[in-house]
């Protein structure tokens, strides 16, 4: 992978954990999330307005396909964020899809993922299970596992395997339709999916989430499409897998927005986890 596509995913990972913080300190994070999408919509209409061409038909279907499966993902990922700190929830979220995403990648795909490059998903991947362990003995090696049986961690898993669901239709959609384009397709996309449920079920909670943190909202609107928009330009120049894993990066940024900003406990073994996560991205430079 060419080193500036690494730093561009770098700089997506770091706009990705800081929105994560943002939704994290919102009120109701599952509505935070979607008034985010409708803020981005409302704020990019007049650029893509100016920028769309015409789409084909599998363009459209992959539109259709990403923004359910990031509908999903919003609501797995403001329910694991109600219950769980940001610095659990973000590495298991983010750190499992480039695990999920090799999966796909090679059954879907066929990608051809070089030794080196399987070498540095599986260092990104235990970086943030290392992330998640408090001591050396048994019990501390086996708490991650453990963890799975709260409903923060196996909803925040959850969201990992849509993130390489719809990873892997991104790959395919930036093929038909230009970047900038696709991208509010698939965000407003999400918002259609998801305005039903928020207008029904959780409509005090839009008013009360808009009067309290509008401000934090239309940020988060501009990081959403700015953090995305960076990874759908890798998307076309290298493979989804390496993307996916590359932007594990994020979860070292979550970690220390966690400890720095929301005071959540801080382990040794972070550090390490974060020098496994380098190492795993030093890897897939070499290898493509």
């Keep these: 992978m060419q080193v500036p596509i690494v730093l561009l995913l770098t700089f997506a990972g770091l706009l990705h954990s800081i929105w994560n913080l943002l939704v994290k300190k919102s009120v109701d994070k599952q509505v935070f999330l979607w008034l985010a999408l409708v803020a981005a919509m409302a704020l990019f209409a007049v650029p893509f307005a100016l920028l769309r061409a015409p789409i084909p038909l599998a363009g459209w279907l992959c539109v259709a396909v990403s923004g359910a499966l990031e509908a999903v993902y919003y609501l797995l990922l403001g329910g694991a964020y109600g219950s769980g700190d940001l610095s659990a929830v973000y590495p298991l979220s983010r750190g499992s899809a480039p695990l999920f995403v090799l999966l796909f990648a090679l059954a879907l795909r066929n990608e051809r993922v070089t030794g080196v490059g399987i070498a540095g998903i599986f260092l990104t991947v235990a970086g943030v299970y290392v992330l998640h362990v408090q001591t050396l003995d048994r ?6 596992i453990m963890a799975l049986r709260e409903r923060a961690a196996r909803l925040a898993l959850l969201s990992g395997v849509v993130i390489a669901g719809y990873s892997v239709v991104d790959k395919l959609g930036v093929r038909y339709v230009p970047p900038e384009t696709y991208i509010y397709l698939i965000f407003g996309a999400a918002a259609v999916y998801l305005t039903p449920f928020m207008l029904t079920r959780k409509w005090a909670a839009v008013r009360k989430e808009w009067r309290i943190n509008r401000a ?3 940020v988060t609107a501009v990081l959403f499409v700015a953090s995305y928009l960076l990874v759908l330009f890798a998307l076309r120049g290298a493979q989804v897998s ?4 590359v932007r594990g990066i994020g979860v070292v940024f979550a970690a220390v ?3 720095t900003l929301l005071r959540e406990p801080f382990a040794r073994m972070k550090l390490w986890g974060s020098l496994l996560i380098f190492a795993g991205i030093a890897c897939i430079q070499l290898a493509g």
């Design 139 to 144: 019990q501390g090696l086996l708490a991650p």
């Design 216 to 218: 934090t909202v239309v």
């Design 242 to 245: 390496y993307v996916a894993a």
């Design 257 to 259: 927005l966690g400890t």
